[in-house]
C-alpha cells in the first residue's frame, strides 16, 4: 500500500515515456528534497497525532485532584511550555519553582506545533521551479523527439525524422533565446529556494539554524572524547543534553527536552491557583534528528546548486563552450566551424542538447552530420511537420489572394 502510493507519487515527475527535460542537479531539488521532506512530516506527523507528544507532571497530589492528566497534557501542548535563560545551575536547566518575576523572562516554546506544517509547506516550494520549467519547456523535447529514442527504428523512418528535424533547426535558428533564458531563470530560482529554506528555518528555530550543525558535532565531542560509542548513544544522553543546553544558554529550542507549564485554575471557593507542571517533550528528540539532517542536507545541496548554476553561466556565455560540449557528444567528428550555424545563442544549443538526451546516441550523430549538410534558409515552421500548420495555411491563403493581404495590412493600422 505505502509503496503503491510511493509509485503514484513519483508518477506525478517522471514517466517512462515523458521526455528529459532536466539535468541530474534539478532532480535533486524537486525529487529528493522534497520527498525527504515529506517523509519528514510523516514522521514528525506520527509521533504528534498519532502518540503521545508530551508529557507532564505536577508531583502534587492535591494538583491531580484539580485536573486530569490527559487535560494537562492537552492544555500544555496547545498553549506551548517555556523555560527561563540565566538558570543553567538548576537540577533541569532552564527549571525553577514558579515566580512572578519569571514571566517576563520566560522563552516560550511552542514551536513544535507548527513543525509539520512548515516541513510541508518547504517540500511543496521545492516544487515550484519544475512545475514553472515544465511549464516553460511545454513539451518542446518531447515533440522533437519523434521515434528516435527507439533503437530499433527502421532505416526508412530514422531518415524522415532525421529530416523533420533537420528542417526544425533550419526554420528556428535564432528563435529559442527564450528557452534558454526561462531554463537558467529556474537554475536561478532552485538556488535562491534552498537558501530562502535555509533562512526561514532559522527564523523560525530562533536564529540556531546556521551553526546547528556544528553546536552538535561540538556538544558531543565536549562529553567525552575517550568514550565508547555505546556509552555515549545511550548511558549518557542526558549529559550530553545538558551540555548542549548549558553550552548554548538555553536559547537553544530544540535541544530541550524538558519544560515547564503553567495552569491557572479557580478552587471552588473562587480562589485562584497555580498548577506548575513539568513537562517532558519526547517528539524533541525527534526534531533534533530531523534538523541535523536537514542541516547536512541543505549544506550540500547550496554547494552543488552553486556549482551547477556557475556550469550553466559558463555555458551560456561562452560558445566555445558550448561547441566544444557538442564535439564531445560527437567524439570529434565533426569540426566546430560546422556547427556554428546552430550555436549562435544559448537557446539554439540548449534545444540541440535536449535532443541529444533524449534519442539514440547514433540517430543523433546523424542528425548533426545532416544539419552540417545545410545552411538556415527561413523555411516555415510548416516544413517541419512537428508543429500545427493552422498558422501556415493561412500564409498560403494570402500567397493565393493578394487583396486579403492587403485588407490585413489595413486592418493593424
Known amino acids: 500500500m505505502f509503496f503503491q502510493a510511493l509509485g503514484h507519487f513519483k508518477g506525478l515527475f517522471y514517466n517512462s515515456s515523458d521526455a ?34 508530551i508529557h507532564c507532571s505536577t508531583w502534587a497530589f492535591d494538583s491531580a485532584k484539580v485536573i486530569q492528566t490527559e487535560m494537562l497534557n492537552s492544555y500544555c501542548y496547545i498553549h506551548s511550555t517555556f523555560i527561563i535563560p540565566g538558570l543553567s545551575g ?5 527549571l525553577a519553582p514558579y515566580q512572578s518575576k519569571h514571566q517576563t523572562q520566560a522563552i516560550q516554546q511552542s514551536y513544535y506545533q507548527w ?25 518542446l523535447v518531447k515533440r522533437l523527439r519523434l521515434d528516435l529514442n527507439d533503437p530499433s527504428l527502421p532505416v526508412q523512418t530514422r531518415d524522415e525524422q532525421i529530416s523533420r528535424l533537420v528542417l526544425y533547426f533550419q526554420t528556428h535558428t535564432g528563435r529559442n533565446m527564450l528557452y534558454g533564458k526561462h ?8 538556488f535562491l529556494n534552498v537558501m530562502a529554506q535555509i533562512y526561514f528555518t532559522n527564523l523560525f528555530l530562533g536564529g540556531i539554524f546556521f551553526m546547528y550543525g556544528t553546536n552538535f558535532s561540538y556538544g558531543h565531542s565536549g562529553v567525552n ?3 565508547s560509542f555505546e556509552d555515549i548513544a545511550f548511558p549518557k544522553m542526558s549529559r550530553i543534553m545538558h551540555f548542549r543546553c548549558k553550552w548554548n544558554v538555553l536559547t537553544t529550542v530544540t535541544c530541550n527536552n524538558i519544560f515547564r507549564c503553567v495552569l491557572h485554575v479557580f478552587g471552588p471557593s473562587g480562589t485562584k491557583q497555580i498548577i506548575d507542571a513539568l513537562c517532558v517533550l519526547p517528539l524533541n528528540i525527534l526534531h533534533d534528528k530531523v534538523y541535523l539532517v536537514l542541516w547536512y542536507w541543505y549544506g550540500v545541496l547550496v554547494l552543488i546548486t ?10 551560456y556565455f561562452f560558445k566555445q563552450c558550448r561547441q566544444s560540449h557538442i564535439q564531445r557528444h560527437l567524439k570529434g567528428k565533426t569540426k566546430g566551424n560546422e556547427l556554428k550555424p546552430f550555436n549562435q545563442n544559448f537557446g539554439d544549443w540548449l534545444v540541440l542538447h535536449q535532443v541529444y538526451k533524449n534519442i539514440e546516441h547514433r540517430h543523433f550523430t546523424r542528425l548533426v552530420s545532416e544539419m552540417c549538410k545545410v545552411e538556415s534558409n527561413g523555411l516555415r515552421r510548416s516544413d517541419t511537420m512537428i508543429f500545427d500548420e493552422s498558422k501556415d495555411s493561412e500564409d498560403n491563403d494570402l500567397e493565393k489572394d493578394p487583396l486579403k493581404r492587403t485588407e490585413k495590412k489595413v486592418v493593424f493600422q
Open 306 to 315: 552553486l556549482c551547477n548554476l556557475i556550469y550553466w553561466l559558463i555555458h
Open 115 to 139: 513543525v509539520p506544517l512548515l516541513l510541508f509547506l518547504q517540500g511543496s516550494t521545492f516544487l515550484l521551479p519544475f512545475f514553472m520549467w515544465k511549464q516553460f519547456e511545454n513539451g
Open 225 to 227: 572524547e575517550a568514550s
Open 20 to 53: 528529459i527535460i532536466d539535468d541530474a542537479i534539478f532532480k535533486l531539488h524537486y525529487v529528493v528534497s522534497s520527498t525527504l521532506l515529506y517523509f519528514c512530516v510523516i514522521l514528525v506527523s506520527g509521533k504528534a497525532y498519532l502518540g503521545d507528544p
Open 90 to 94: 538548576e537540577t533541569y536547566p532552564g
Open 183 to 190: 531554463f537558467i531563470y529556474c537554475i536561478f530560482f532552485n
